[in-house]
């Protein structure tokens, strides 16, 4: 089996990693489609958050 030409560089994905560490993602996975498309699934944001809703703790019980 022939390998196939890569529909993207090292660079697209370190540039893509970089863009969404400086948005203040918390990247979680990365998957490359076949396509050459890159997607990036964060768990949370980083940094500061705003003040806390009191209905959160209201309806967690």
Do not use: C, H, Y
Not at 12 to 29: P, S
């Amino acid at each position: 089996m022939s390998r196939r030409a890569l529909r993207f560089r090292q660079s697209d994905l370190t540039r893509a990693v970089r863009g969404a560490e400086k948005a203040g993602l918390r990247i979680e996975r990365i998957e490359i489609e076949t396509s050459g498309k890159i997607v990036i699934f964060s768990g949370s944001v980083t940094g500061k958050r705003g003040p806390p809703n009191p209905w959160d703790e209201e309806l967690s019980r």
